[in-house]
């Protein structure tokens, strides 16, 4: 089958194909240039992302058929639903830090990311992340991506998809502060990091800050540290805070820099999305040993068409007790080990890789063991060596709708934007339905 071929029937084989042999769609120097020193950005931006982060953006799209867009769909939307249910959040929270107990007032939290890995012969959720980065970034790398044949111009979305994505995202955040409970429309935004202007994604905060800008809110890049409570509202300077857009791996506001806002959040002074309740539900990794346990969904009393789509769509995870250590060590090859709270690919390994000391600390305590899934390839060049980059798939979701599909190549265990020629890239195919990428 040629790449020609591939377009026209659109089958889950024809993206295959063209994960392998299309290259006529490249990224756009001058266009990602223009859009990242326009109105959607600002002047020197473009080269503070050459500077800081080289390999933030692929070469190349992944292609993805609609049948695998729109189960990823249906995940989602199963996960949710046990997420809904009184016994299952009974369990997960009756564990989780006492601050994940805390009422949040409505707020959903913004910006989850479901990460897959799909390939010819495999598919499954390998996290949940409730603080993903990377909207803005693919957005404005929408603007960039050009096709140079007819034939694959067919499967690019159209050129306001960016625009629009960028709108829901605001209206996102001024839902947010409706659902906690307030009247009166957002006026600022707080987009809070540690150190925020050391981060790798730091130029995404400026996105972010522009986009809020252009849309009438008061919006400040802020390190955790640098706010006070006074007269019952969140402060950063002389701007009372309305919502802290939060991007801290500090998921329980549990260290000293995040004492103000913990006091803020639980006196309900902000709205503060994503909290730690979304995370205790959503992105601690044991969560995902229960949603692929079928006794335990049974327990829960779990549809058992909802039951089917998790069990066939989530790799089998269970948390590492050194009671079972012999079997795992056994069975190491086949699975990969993460930590309940990592995040980032830190601190997790694939089982052929683990050596005997880094075994003993997994067996220590906080592990869990994950059928390994392996990730889809994306052949970046035709020029010999044939470079084979790995790619992951990443649905942007709010209150359980997808936003956005974006991919993520790269080498090595984890993705890293490390790798030339990879980093985020958009995905294209036949969109499923309530898929907006």
């Given at each position: 089958m040629t790449a020609a071929d591939a377009v026209r029937s659109l089958r889950p084989d024809s993206m295959e194909v063209l994960n392998s042999e299309c290259f006529c769609i490249s990224l756009d120097a001058a266009a990602l240039h223009q859009a990242l020193e326009s109105e959607i950005g600002q002047p020197g931006l473009f080269e503070l992302i050459k500077q800081r982060c080289p390999h933030l953006f692929a070469a190349r799209p992944v292609f993805l058929s609609h049948a695998h867009l729109t189960r990823m769909v249906?995940?989602?939307?199963?996960?949710?639903?046990?997420?809904?249910?009184p016994a299952y959040r009974d369990e997960v929270l009756a564990t989780a830090?006492?601050?994940?107990?805390?009422?949040?007032?409505?707020?959903?939290?913004?910006?989850?990311?479901?990460?897959?890995?799909?390939?010819?012969?495999?598919?499954?959720?390998?996290?949940?992340?409730?603080?993903?980065?990377?909207?803005?970034?693919?957005?404005?790398?929408?603007r960039a991506h050009r096709a140079c044949c007819p034939a694959i111009d067919v499967l690019l979305p159209a050129p306001t998809n960016a625009s629009e994505f960028e709108d829901r995202i605001v209206s996102m955040f001024r839902r947010e502060w409706a659902l906690g409970g307030h009247d009166r429309p957002l006026r600022s935004?707080?987009?809070?990091?540690?150190?925020?202007?050391?981060?790798?994604?730091?130029?995404?905060?400026?996105?972010?800050?522009?986009?809020?800008?252009?849309?009438?809110?008061?919006?400040?890049?802020?390190?955790?540290?640098?706010?006070?409570?006074?007269?019952?509202?969140?402060?950063?300077?002389?701007?009372?805070?309305?919502?802290v857009y939060n991007r801290l791996t500090d998921f329980s506001l549990a260290?000293?820099?995040?004492?103000?806002?913990?006091?803020?959040?639980?006196?309900?002074?902000?709205?503060?999305?994503?909290?730690?309740?979304?995370?205790?539900?959503?992105?601690?990794?044991?969560?995902?040993?229960?949603l692929s346990d079928a006794a335990r969904l049974q327990a829960f009393g779990v549809p058992q068409a909802t039951q089917d789509v998790l069990l066939a769509g989530i790799p089998r995870t269970e948390i590492v007790e050194a009671r079972h250590a012999e079997r795992l060590w056994r069975e190491r090859r086949h699975?990969?080990?993460?930590?309940?709270?990592?995040?980032?690919?830190?601190?997790?390994?694939?089982?052929?890789?683990?050596?005997?000391?880094?075994?003993?600390e997994i067996l220590a305590g906080g592990y869990v063991a994950q059928a390994l899934v392996a990730p889809g390839g994306r052949v970046i060049?035709?020029?010999?060596?044939?470079?084979v980059l790995k790619f992951d798939l990443r649905?942007?979701?709010?209150?359980?709708?997808?936003?956005?599909?974006?991919a993520?190549?790269?080498?090595?265990?984890?993705?890293n934007f490390r790798t030339s020629g990879g980093g985020f890239a958009p995905v294209y195919g036949a969109p499923a339905e309530g898929c907006a990428g």
């Open positions: 249906r995940v989602v939307q199963a996960i949710e639903s046990v997420v809904g249910m830090p006492a601050i994940a107990r805390h009422d949040p007032g409505g707020a959903k939290g913004v910006f989850f990311g479901y990460d897959f890995h799909v390939a010819e012969d495999g598919f499954g959720l390998i996290e949940i992340n409730t603080n993903a980065g990377g909207a803005m970034l693919n957005s404005v790398l929408a935004i707080a987009i809070v990091d540690e150190v925020p202007a050391e981060q790798y994604l730091y130029p995404e905060f400026l996105l972010f800050q522009r986009l809020f800008e252009r849309h009438g809110l008061q919006a400040v890049i802020a390190d955790p540290a640098e706010f006070c409570l006074r007269g019952g509202l969140l402060w950063h300077g002389d701007v009372a805070i309305d919502l260290e000293q820099a995040s004492a103000t806002l913990r006091e803020a959040y639980l006196r309900n002074a902000m709205v503060l999305t994503p909290h730690p309740q979304a995370h205790a539900l959503y992105a601690d990794k044991r969560n995902l040993a229960l699975l990969f080990f993460k930590p309940f709270a990592g995040f980032g690919g830190r601190a997790a390994y694939r089982g052929d890789k683990v050596t005997k000391r880094v075994w003993r060049s035709n020029q010999e060596p044939v470079q649905d942007y979701v709010y209150d359980g709708s997808v936003q956005w599909v974006a993520r190549l790269y080498q090595g265990q984890t993705t």
